[in-house]
Each structure stands twice: as C-alpha cells, then as structure tokens.
C-alpha cells in the first residue's frame, strides 16, 4: 500500500503544481487588464475572446524563442538559477494543509520560513553569475531588501503563533472558528501586506528593477525560457503570499468560495498598487523596515506573549 499512498501523494502535489501555473497564467493577465484600465485603454484583447488566451501565446512565445548566454557568464549556475527560483516558489506551495491528509505536516510555518530564505540565494546567483554589473546591483539591492523585511515578517508570523500556540498552518483555521484575525491585530495585517509588497520585489518597493537606474535589475541577462521561468517564480510568490494573508488574517476557510475570493481580491491589491504608487527611496525603504516595522511587529509580539502567558496563568 505504501507505493500506492506516495502514487496519490505525487498526483495531487502535480495536481497543485499545474494549478498554480494556471493561477500565475491568468494573475498576468488580470494585471495586463487592470493597468490597462487604470491607464485608460483596454490591455489584452486581440488573441482570442476578450484576449484570454494571452497568457498561452506568451508563454508559447517565450519558451519557442532562441536561448541567448551572455559569453562571459558562469554558465551553469546562470542556467540552472531560473530554475531552482521556480522550484523554490512552487516548493512554497506544499505547506498548505490539505483537508485530504495526504501531504499536511505539523511544521509548515518553519518549511515557509526555510523555502522563502532560500529564495534569497537564487536571486543572488542569477544576479552574479551574470558577470554583468547591472545584474550585481540588482540583486545585491534584492537581498538587502528580503533580508531587511524578512525580520519583521517572521516576528508578525510569531505573534500569531504565539496565540495558536502551533507550527500547523491548519490550526489557524480552527482559531478563526468565531473572530478572524484582522480584527484583532489589523495594524500587523496592513504591515503584513506592505512587507509582503517588499518581499516580492513588488512596487513600490521594485528597486530590484528600477528601468531607469538598472535596466532590468537581476535578469537582465535572461531571455526566453530563463526569464519566463523567473516571471513565472515572481507571479507564484505574488499568489502564494495573496493566499497567506487570506489564511492568517481572512478566516482560512477552504471549504468556501470565498477564500478563494479573498485571495484574488488580495492579489488584485498588488496589481492596484503597482498602478498607482511610485516608487519608494531606497534609503527610505529601509528606514521603514528598521525604524517603523521592526519596533511595531516586536511591540506586538510582546504584547501577544504576555497576552498569552496571562490567559494561561488565569486558567489555572
């Protein structure tokens, strides 16, 4: 019975695997369709019925193009660094708790900890196996940034696990039977979606790839299918973390369509942001993770541990 649980195991992670490719698909065009609106013309329209199969002839387009290498690159680390980003980004995806049992495990909020640190290093072997100073620069500003928003990230993520008191992200639906979690702490949740913006690499904190300092930043140097994997890797960390505010701080309701809803509306809120705000200073992005989410997550996460311990002391 053993090959036949793993068969069921590696049919329904495939399963994931393609649905999130189809979700990355349609996200782009949803954000093509949206700045075109906020922009006053009408986006994607010509492939198809109200241009909806342009994400297939995209990637079509993308994957039939000639692979380029840049002559003086590391070449495989420059090849295989596209590829380990997508992986890493879909890797992310099998912490969610499926209600089948099949692949749910007690820890997955420190195995989202560990894929989403690891991204960083992607990032900085595509950038500098490049051999390109452009490409340096951007993911040399791109690990600056993950680092920096990372820490308060992992401190908001504490003061909730502090209250759930587990590492299984299923519990957070059990803890939101009653109340949801932006209700109690929804300062954390707006700086929840402002550090998940960063983290991204996302306007308006896209200094990775500031067309007008550093062209395109860490894949300047990629074409076709190395870039189309890249683009691939950003739009699953956009969904994957659109999905982590719905269940930490929208209820974690699987079962509902709204969720589900939830989800796109959060994903939308990336779109509109990148529509609408300019760019951040450098400096001041990092002035506001130091000087203002930092102290803010760490004042919180006191205030839930002393929270928790004074409900445990009354209790018995």
């Excluded at 695997?17 to 954000?31: A, D, P, Q, S």
């Excluded at 919180?300 to 541990?305: D, E, I, N, P, V």
Aim: net charge positive; with cysteine; hydrophobic share 55%.
């Amino acid at each position: 019975m053993l090959w036949q649980e793993s068969f069921l195991i590696f049919i329904s992670m495939l399963k994931l695997v393609i649905c999130v490719l189809l979700g990355v698909g349609f996200l782009t065009l949803l954000e093509r369709k949206v700045l075109g609106y906020i922009q006053l013309r009408k986006g994607p329209n010509k492939v198809g019925f109200l241009g909806i199969p342009q994400p297939l002839s995209d990637g079509i387009k993308l994957f039939s193009k000639e692979q380029v290498y840049p002559l003086m690159s590391n070449f495989f680390i420059y090849y295989f660094s596209p590829v380990f980003n997508l992986f890493l980004a879909l890797s992310l995806w099998f912490c969610i708790p499926f209600f089948s049992w099949m692949l749910s495990f007690n820890f997955g909020v420190l195995f989202f900890f560990c894929c989403s640190s690891l991204g960083v290093y992607s990032i900085m072997m595509s950038g500098w196996s490049s051999n390109s100073i452009y490409p340096l620069l951007g993911a040399l500003r791109a690990i600056a940034q993950t680092i920096s928003y990372e820490v308060s990230l992992a401190l908001i993520l504490m003061s909730f696990l502090i209250l759930i008191s587990s590492l299984n992200l299923i519990n957070f639906y059990k803890f939101q039977y009653f109340i949801w979690l932006i209700f109690v702490g929804s300062p954390l949740a707006f700086v929840w979606f402002i550090t998940s913006l960063a983290e991204t690499n996302r306007t308006p904190f896209d200094f990775a790839e500031g067309e007008s300092e550093l062209v395109s930043g860490f894949n300047v140097e990629y074409s076709a299918g190395g870039f189309a994997l890249i683009f691939l890797a950003e739009y699953s960390n956009i969904l994957f973390m659109s999905m982590l505010f719905s269940m930490f701080f929208l209820g974690s309701n699987f079962f509902s369509l709204g969720f589900f809803i939830m989800v796109v509306l959060i994903s939308f809120c990336f779109i509109w942001a990148r529509g609408t705000l300019p760019r951040y200073r450098y400096d001041k992005l990092m002035q506001l993770s130091w000087k203002s989410f930092l102290p803010l997550s760490l004042n919180y996460f006191l205030f839930f541990l002393g929270f928790k311990v004074l409900s445990i002391s009354f209790l018995f």
